[in-house]
């Protein structure tokens, strides 16, 4: 008989040796600048929290309310008994947010484009994917069986090459991230936009960190760059700036008609929790008002700021041009050891490494939020210099 757990230790070791085992840090308190993980105190440059709505009074009234109104759970999926007044008022709220005809939920951004991915295309169909979109891109693609033509990280040329070698009969759609979720830069939105009126191609923008952060009202980098309206599936997340859970689909009814109908992620699960719903009504409320104008500036200033504090240390920040900040320390135990110093600092901001990055670019990956301090960044930024001269990388 085959020894399985034998099998799975020898693999476990092996990511061991290799400084590549990971495990769960357990959290004490909520997603503030300043977190408590067991007896330490740390200043959070780890998590999603953009605009620091994750436990703010608004969002947690609305979700408080919600949850006395309809209950814990719905116990029903969306074609079932899983569609509720509140799912269908956060559903048009959300395509009125975007300016579109429409709106579709899902429980979380990885569900949305394994299914969207999955019902748009198939078989005889073709899928131009960044290199560097994110793994619940790559798995929709899996799971679609379309043929897959990766182009290199925002390489128009590139692009552009594998759209015209494709004549064959087909749908063809290009998907890429808004902001990259590991690098921090932008998508070339209005010259991709080009490419697929040209090639006769239908554009997926996976906004997740673009979303709230970025454009007018927080619309996303699309809006941002004037583009919104020629994108096809504006897929939204909730988990990240917005501070709830879940995710959304805008664009046309039809598009929205057709995934209803279609798109498994949306059928076979049970739909979101009033709780979530209450909390998303309320981010929107902060989001699009003059809160969040407010908080959306604090936040690229402060990154603008932290960029270059690190430019100016000798440290490599790829591209980023966000909130999202790569720092470079290549070489699994070299940035496994500048974590831990950092740790020992009091700063939380994680190693990554293969293969969420290719090899030779693991780095520590900082994400501010608009609600960390001058001071906390400070802080931060003297100790990335202090470990850096002592550590000589
Ligand atoms: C986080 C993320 C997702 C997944 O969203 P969840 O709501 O966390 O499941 C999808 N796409 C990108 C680009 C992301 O960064």
């Known amino acids: 008989m085959t020894d399985f757990y034998g099998e799975m230790q020898k693999e476990l070791d092996i990511l061991k040796a290799s400084s590549l085992f990971r495990q769960t840090i357990t959290v004490e308190t909520p997603p503030e600048p300043w977190i408590a993980v067991g007896s330490q105190t740390m200043l959070n440059l780890a998590g999603n929290n953009y605009l620091g709505l994750a436990n703010h009074p608004v969002l947690k009234e609305a979700a408080v309310h919600a949850l006395q109104k309809y209950g814990t759970g719905t116990a029903g999926s969306r074609l079932v008994v899983g569609t509720s007044a509140l799912h269908e008022e ?35 169909d073709y899928v131009f994917s960044d290199k560097l979109n994110h793994a619940s891109i790559v798995d929709g693609i899996i799971l679609s069986r ?14 552009e090459k594998l759209l015209k070698n494709t004549t064959a009969p087909g749908r063809k759609l290009i998907i890429t991230d808004s902001i990259f979720s590991m690098d921090g830069d932008r998508a070339p939105i209005k010259e991709l936009v080009e490419l697929k009126q040209r ?19 927080g619309r996303g980098l699309a809006a941002h760059e004037m583009a919104a309206e020629h994108i096809d599936i504006h897929l939204g997340t909730l988990s990240k700036a917005f501070g709830c859970l879940g995710a959304y689909v805008a664009g046309s009814k039809t598009l929205v008609d057709y995934l209803r109908n279609k798109c498994r992620s949306f059928i076979y699960t049970t739909s979101l929790p009033p709780a979530v719903l209450g909390s998303i009504l309320g981010a929107l409320k902060v989001i699009a008002g003059t809160a969040g104008d407010r908080l959306r500036r604090d936040l690229r200033n402060k990154s603008k700021w932290m960029i270059n504090e690190l430019n100016k240390l000798g440290f490599s920040t790829l591209d980023s041009d966000s909130q999202i900040i790569p720092i470079l320390i290549p070489g ?3 940035v496994i050891n500048f974590s831990k110093k950092l740790r020992q600092r009091g700063i939380l901001a994680l190693p990554i490494r293969v293969p969420t990055v290719p090899k030779n670019s693991e780095r520590i990956r900082v994400s501010l939020m608009a609600t960390h301090s001058m001071q906390d960044l400070t802080y931060a930024v003297e100790q990335f210099a202090n470990i850096k001269r002592e550590e000589r990388v």
């Open 146 to 159: 379309a043929k897959l033509k990766r182009y290199r990280h925002k390489d128009l040329d590139h692009l």
């Open 90 to 124: 956060v559903e048009e709220a959300l395509a009125r947010f975007q300016g579109r005809e429409s709106a579709l939920l899902f429980s979380s951004g990885y569900c949305a484009n394994l299914g969207v991915i999955q019902a748009l295309v198939g078989r005889n």
């Open 199 to 217: 090639y006769g191609a239908m554009l997926m923008l996976d906004e997740a960190h673009g979303e709230g952060v970025f454009g007018p009202k």
């Open 332 to 334: 699994n135990d070299n």
